[in-house]
């Protein structure tokens, strides 16, 4: 299928090596933050969420952050495979409504 | 269903045709959205339905963009006069309240 994300910053890694996406978040009243996964052809896949009450919550092999001062969520994923290899966006979600703004993304391309 | 379903996967049209695109949500999800994602591009918020409430229509691009949503359950885009700058794939995604927001595969529009 045709890839997502050409023009995306890309994080380049080594297979086995930790990864970490960033990102910054636009609107400081958001309360809820989810990562997703997109490969090539096929729609966002959830990795991992957090509310703005937490600043740290560790799923299987990822981890993610919450810096409310500066307005920064970062992504961790440890012992990075191949199959990690795709674009990771971020999204917010503000007040009552449950609509998702997302990021711009990152392309993860990990080296054998 | 077990996912959301999206149809058709691919549609190509002829610049100046009206197309419509279709979403089957989650059995049961109260919410739906959908998102625009052009090549090399985030996802861009459209619309959301909750529930019997009013739309958020503030991500239509301009008035030759449209959706409904029937009983609560399908619903269908339609954008009027296609253009070539409608040329993306357009997701559709729905949750339950703010929960277990999960995404269709989405469906590459082609105007040519």
């Known amino acids: 299928g045709e890839s997502v994300g050409l023009h995306l910053p890309t994080l380049s890694v080594q297979e086995g090596d930790n990864s970490i996406i960033n990102c910054a978040y636009s609107n400081s009243a958001s309360d809820y933050f989810i990562w997703y996964k997109q490969e090539s052809g096929k729609g966002p896949q959830f990795i991992i969420d957090?509310?703005?009450?937490?600043d740290k919550r560790q799923g299987q092999r990822v981890t993610v952050l919450l810096n409310k001062t500066v307005k920064h969520l970062s992504l961790q994923i440890a012992a990075t495979q191949p199959g990690d290899s795709a674009v990771y966006f971020c999204?917010?979600?503000?007040?009552?409504?449950?609509?998702?703004?997302f990021g711009s993304g990152t392309r993860l391309l990990v080296r054998p | 269903g077990a996912g959301v379903s999206q149809s058709p996967s691919n549609k190509v049209t002829e610049k100046g045709k009206d197309v419509e695109l279709r979403c089957d949500p989650i059995s049961g999800h109260t919410a739906l959205y959908w998102y625009r994602q052009s090549l090399g591009q985030g996802l861009e918020f459209l619309i959301y339905?909750?529930?019997?409430?009013?739309?958020?229509k503030s991500g239509l691009p301009s008035d030759r963009f449209s959706a409904e949503r029937t009983g609560g359950s399908v619903s269908t885009l339609t954008i009027q006069r296609t253009q070539q700058e409608d040329s993306a794939v357009y997701l559709c995604a729905s949750s339950l309240e703010g929960n277990g927001y999960t995404f269709g595969s989405g469906t590459r529009l082609t105007v040519v």
């Open positions: 957090i509310r703005s009450n937490m």
């Open positions: 999204a917010e979600r503000t007040g009552s409504s449950y609509k998702l703004i």
């Open positions: 339905f909750q529930g019997n409430s009013a739309p958020d």
